[in-house]
């Protein structure tokens, strides 16, 4: 059992960067994979990226490659979301998930996921 806390969203302007963190409680966090997806208002959620259990494998969706980069650190639970080049359309929420076993782009593939962190970029 997880329970996954977003944090570190907020307003930036287009090019700007942000640093978004996902802590988890429990004892287990090494054999989760983790991601992160996002939602627009009025948008289907999106899946945006994802790490293994070991952090030695990561997928990113096309939209953001180059420009986001997720990473872990089982000693202090938490994942984080390195957001670089930040543009207009990255504005939404983003939500951290986990499941166990290995990570996947489908939300419904996830056993837990957090309240969700608001980035909105301006132009």
């Known amino acids: 059992q997880v329970q996954l806390v977003e944090s570190g969203g907020g307003l930036v302007q287009a090019g700007g960067s942000l640093r978004l963190s996902c802590a988890a409680s429990?004892?287990?966090?090494?054999?989760?994979?983790m991601g992160w997806f996002r939602q627009a208002p009025g948008k289907e959620r999106e899946f945006v990226l994802a790490?293994?259990?070991?952090?030695?494998?990561?997928y990113y969706a096309d939209s953001v490659k180059g420009r986001f980069t997720i990473s872990r650190d089982n000693a202090k639970n938490t994942v984080y979301l390195q957001m670089n080049s930040l543009k207009p359309e990255d504005t939404a929420v983003y939500y951290c998930?986990?499941?166990?076993?290995?990570?996947?782009?489908?939300?419904?593939?996830?056993?837990?996921w957090g309240q969700g962190t608001q980035v909105t970029v301006s132009s």
């Open positions: 790490i293994s259990t070991s952090g030695s494998f990561t």
């Open positions: 429990g004892r287990t966090f090494s054999s989760y994979a």
């Open positions: 998930v986990a499941r166990s076993g290995f990570y996947s782009s489908y939300w419904t593939a996830y056993n837990y």
